[in-house]
């Protein structure tokens, strides 16, 4: 497998609307994998095509095992959840709202509450071809709405104030022209 490298703001890319997948090739499983191991080394829990510079409506997530037994806050053992989800499209959003803390491996450093629909149904393509239709909650709902945004050239900071998204936005890009004068 590939790591890949991510891209952060301002990199033009991560505003781009992706493109639908037509078919499922071995290129596509492989890219769906070396996805899941880029996302895992860099520690996050959703990663989308169009942060590894690829014009494909992918995303992959791992947003462990949820138990709805135990609390959110409750500390609890990590038990992985990989899924990949190719031309993934949001069938229904509930009109309840919750506001969960995000973060975005773009936008590295920096964390926002942001308010989304607390459970969602969400169509797609498997590995295999199949199609597709789960409901999610909880944290998985979150991260299924933010990699999405991502296929639309959208980013969590969007929903943010002006004020706020100019801010994390600006010491972001200066982090990323620092970086890309050292090399
Ligand atoms: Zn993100």
């Known amino acids: 497998m590939t790591l890949i490298k991510i891209l952060t703001v301002p990199d033009p ?3 781009l609307r ?5 078919n499922v090739t071995f290129e596509i499983k492989k890219l769906l994998d070396d996805m899941l191991e880029t996302m895992y080394e860099a520690n ?3 990663l989308a095509a169009t942060q590894i510079k690829e014009n494909k409506r992918l995303i992959v997530m791992d947003c462990g095992i949820q138990n709805s037994r135990q609390e959110e806050n409750e500390k609890k053992e990590f038990v992985p959840n990989p899924i990949k989800m190719i031309n993934p499209e949001l069938r229904f959003k509930s009109s309840e709202i919750v506001e969960r803390e995000e973060g975005c491996l773009s936008i590295p450093g920096y964390n926002a509450k942001i308010k989304r629909s607390k459970s969602i149904k969400v169509s797609y393509i498997d590995q295999n071809g199949n199609k597709k239709e789960i409901q999610a909650n909880g944290l998985l709902a979150t991260c299924i709405q933010h990699e999405i945004d991502h296929l639309n050239g959208v980013l969590f900071v969007d929903y943010l104030s002006r004020l706020k998204k100019e801010t994390i936005l600006k010491k972001v890009t200066k982090n990323y022209y620092k970086n890309n004068d050292e090399k």
């Open 18 to 22: 992706a493109k639908e997948v037509a």
């Open 13 to 15: 890319f991560l505003r």
């Open 44 to 46: 996050g829990i959703g």
